[in-house]
């Protein structure tokens, strides 16, 4: 009999996660799982340990599984993006019926949720392309959810989706943390709500992702200066970065930061659990994808670009190893007071996550109008404020600011940031000039000051390239005493030099 609110395929990490937390809802749930012992170890454990143990049907065919759910079906995939995804959902089409919605709550790429969509509504079936954030604890008690596709099918998942996102105090922004097992947060403001159509809510997540790489760069090259400059250690730097917390950066990445810095080594007590940590970094592709999508776009997002890099980078390691016997740089030489530098780097972090935010959102707003979507920022910023990894006491800044003008055309003109882009950035100059001179590589740092400079610069370089394309292929250049759109080219080999208009 068909008794289940809501089925989920994929019992890893996530899927585990959110059906307890749907459950812990009130919604019966049926789970499915390709390994079938995944989902019968589950069962079985949550029959020992979860309050909500009633509420879950394990099933152990497809076919079960589809025919144990109420309709209009609402089917949560939540397994590796890309093949496996493709994979499930041919699956299950032959066994769904008119007006059944499949949801990937998985980091799909956003042009594979187009085309799923229009493939499915062809076929009669809803698609949600659902963005979700917050890693195991998220999942479990709150995640930050971004669905995208069509209003209609929206309807069905919103109160569920409702429920079991993360919830924040309307006013502050703060994030509601009071949660057990069986006992969930019901009250605030829930962090979902309908990005826009097809691919919209997985564009949304992915450039949450490329933000999320440079939050984590910026604050890996805080850490960096302070250990090379200040010879601080970890336990030191935890102490630091838990002062920063209580401040403008208060964050979950800081949080977790502060609390990895303290971890002694399990192996070794008398030494630091980080120190002992190889300085490769993985990616599996989001950050990557938000960065090709900039390209693509001919939007500036560099910052977030060389995030990825810097992850790059890091990977070469026996590379790097090899360069350090070989190539030369400035032995690191730091002597005025400890204490401004510090703090130098704390605005130097403020301002280039500002810069990041504003290359993250320029990305949007581009994208909206290649897609046609309508997003609508204020609220994207919303659903950040709790749940996902980059949740901030930043996003409460960025909502307000699109509160006051949801029309913005840089996160970095609103009043509230231009202030604290004006009232640090000498901090934050400093800390790149000091890396500089002292050969701390701090990109993150870097890239995004020349971001800034570049977009507050009325006049740039360009004339010079312009000048240069047309000498060498005639590609033409327009005038700064002529109206845009009027093309000229100079014929370069001809000694007179003659203009032509192109
Ligand atoms: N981990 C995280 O912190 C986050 C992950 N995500 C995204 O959520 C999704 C799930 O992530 P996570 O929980 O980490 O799990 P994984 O990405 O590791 O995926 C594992 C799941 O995928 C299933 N699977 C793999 N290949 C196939 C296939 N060909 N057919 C059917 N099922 C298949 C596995 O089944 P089996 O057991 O049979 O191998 C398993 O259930 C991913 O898209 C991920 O990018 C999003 C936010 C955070
Ligand atoms: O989506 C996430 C959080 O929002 C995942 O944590 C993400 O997969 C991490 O990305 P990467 O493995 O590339 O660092």
């Known amino acids: 009999m068909a008794n289940a609110d809501i089925g989920l395929i994929g019992l890893a990490v996530m899927g585990q ?14 789970v499915y799982n390709r390994t079938t012992a995944k ?19 394990g099933c152990e065919k497809l076919e079960d599984f589809v025919k144990a759910i109420k309709r209009p079906r609402k089917i949560i995939i939540l397994v590796q993006a890309g093949k496996p995804t493709d994979a499930v959902i041919d699956g299950l089409v032959p066994l769904l019926e008119k007006g059944d919605i499949i ?7 956003w042009t594979d949720t187009i085309r799923r969509e229009k493939d499915l509504k062809a076929k ?75 691919g ?15 939050d984590m760069q910026l604050i890996c090259e805080a850490y960096q200066l302070m250990k090379t400059l200040l010879g601080l250690d970890a336990g030191e730097m935890s102490e630091v970065f838990g002062s920063w917390n209580e401040g403008d950066l208060d964050s979950f990445l800081i949080e977790i930061t502060t609390d990895i810095l303290q971890q002694r080594d399990p192996a070794d007590p008398s030494k630091f659990l980080v120190d002992a940590v190889l300085d490769t970094a993985g990616q599996k592709g989001t950050g990557k994808w938000t960065s090709t999508n900039a390209l693509d776009m001919g939007i500036p997002a560099n910052a977030i670009a060389e995030a990825v890099f810097a992850r790059c980078l890091s990977a070469l390691k026996e590379e790097r190893v090899g360069a350090s016997k070989v190539l030369q740089g400035p032995a690191p030489e730091y002597k005025d007071d400890k204490k401004e530098l510090i703090d130098a780097i704390r605005d130097a972090l403020y301002c280039s996550k500002i810069c990041a935010y504003a290359q993250g959102f320029q990305l949007m707003r581009e994208a909206q109008k290649e897609y046609d979507w309508k997003l609508d920022f ?46 640090a950035q000498a901090n934050w100059r400093k800390v790149v000039a000091i890396a500089a001179t002292n050969g701390v590589s701090a990109p993150a740092f870097m ?33 700064v005493d002529q109206p845009r759109g009027k093309f000229f080219h100079v014929d370069w080999p001809d000694k007179a030099r003659p203009q032509v208009e192109a």
């Open 17 to 30: 996660n959110l059906v307890l937390n749907i459950a812990d809802h009130g919604y019966n749930v049926a």
């Open 39 to 57: 989902m019968t170890d589950f069962i079985e454990r949550a029959q020992k340990e979860e309050p909500s143990r009633d509420r879950l049907i």
């Open 103 to 109: 949801v990937d709550g998985g980091n799909a790429l």
């Open 124 to 198: 009669g079936l809803y698609f949600i392309g659902s963005g979700v954030s917050g890693g195991e604890v998220g999942a479990r008690f709150g995640p930050s959810m971004m669905p995208g596709g069509d209003p209609e099918a929206w309807q069905h998942l919103e109160p569920i989706w409702k429920a079991v996102s993360a919830k924040v105090d309307p006013e502050s922004g703060k994030p509601y943390e009071d949660y057990q097992p069986g006992k969930p947060i019901t009250e605030g403001e829930p962090c979902t709500a309908h990005i826009g159509a097809n």
């Open 200 to 214: 919209a809510g997985h564009y949304v997540k992915m450039v949450h992702n490329g933000i999320e790489y440079i």
């Open 378 to 423: 204020g609220h994207i910023a919303k659903i950040w404020r709790g749940g996902c990894i980059i949740r901030a006491r930043f996003l409460q800044k960025i909502t307000d600011a699109y509160a006051r003008d949801p029309k913005l055309v840089n996160l970095m003109l609103d009043p509230y940031f231009k202030d604290a882009l004006h009232n």
């Open 447 to 479: 890239s995004a000051l020349a971001y800034y400079d570049g977009y507050r610069s009325d006049r740039l370089p360009a004339n010079l390239l312009q000048a240069q394309r047309d000498y060498f292929g005639a590609h033409t250049f327009e005038r």
